[in-house]
């Protein structure tokens, strides 16, 4: 079974600090990783997607995640916050099924606020 | 290329009635996937269909059911309400190619509240 582990519901960073969002995995297959955002009243946006083939994932809007298979995790990381940066952010798993990829399994989200 | 459209965006519903959402996915893409979103449970899988067949299922009951046509739309439908059904309905399409990680692009969703 596959899981995702989202540590801190919520994280607050000045503008132009750094951004870090924790994200630990589960999976019993080489697993397929994505961050997506949520802003307010809309969908899911893919930020990065890892697919083993390389483990420093870049994004967009400057963001980035690198997959460490010791460690289980796939940390979000953007080097200086914006105040568009401000939303809601999901790391998600999903497992390599002969191709069926439809069913990913999210983690419960870490709200971000960007403070002036 | 126009994205993931989904209807109606927000509705309102009584217990014990049903409810039909409709997504139209990017086109080109042939599988659909359906999620639901809470504040308490998150955001949950509920069903993936490619070329009309579901092809995966998540742990929800059987009043939640789908259908996709051969234009790869999708609705889903959820039958005798409940309070709890209130959620947030996304749908994701992708194109679906082998040996690659398929990103999902989301709609914006149905706002669903159940009184």
């Known amino acids: 079974a596959q899981s995702v582990t989202q540590l801190g519901s919520h994280v607050s960073v000045s503008e132009g600090a750094l951004v870090l969002l924790r994200c630990n995995y589960s999976?019993?297959?080489?697993?397929?990783l994505f961050w997506y955002v949520q802003y307010p009243n809309q969908g899911l946006q893919l930020l990065l997607k890892?697919?083993?083939?390389?483990?420093l994932v870049k994004g967009i809007n400057d963001f980035e995640a690198e997959f460490k298979k010791s460690e289980t995790s796939f940390h979000l990381t953007k080097p200086s916050a914006h105040m568009s940066d401000a939303a809601e952010y999901f790391c998600?798993?999903?497992?390599?099924?002969?191709?069926?990829?439809?069913?990913?399994?999210f983690g419960k989200g870490t709200k971000l606020s960007v403070k002036p | 290329k126009a994205g993931v459209t989904q209807t109606p965006r927000y509705l309102i519903k009584t217990r014990g009635q049903q409810v039909t959402l409709s997504c139209s996915p990017i086109?080109?893409?042939?599988?659909v996937s359906w999620y639901q979103q809470t504040p308490g449970q998150g955001l949950q899988f509920l069903f993936e269909?490619?070329?009309?067949?579901?092809?995966n299922k998540g742990n929800f009951p059987g009043r939640f059911s789908g259908r996709q046509f051969s234009n790869s739309r999708s609705e889903m439908n959820v039958s005798t309400l409940e309070l709890g059904d209130s959620a947030l309905y996304l749908c994701a399409s992708s194109l679906v190619t082998s040996g690659t990680a398929d990103t999902q692009y989301f709609g914006p969703g149905t706002r669903l509240t159940v009184l």
């Open positions: 998600a798993v999903s497992a390599n099924y002969g191709g069926s990829q439809g069913n990913l399994i």
């Open positions: 890892y697919t083993s083939a390389a483990t």
């Open positions: 999976s019993s297959v080489p697993p397929y």
């Open positions: 269909y490619f070329s009309e067949t579901q092809r």
């Open positions: 086109s080109g893409h042939r599988s």
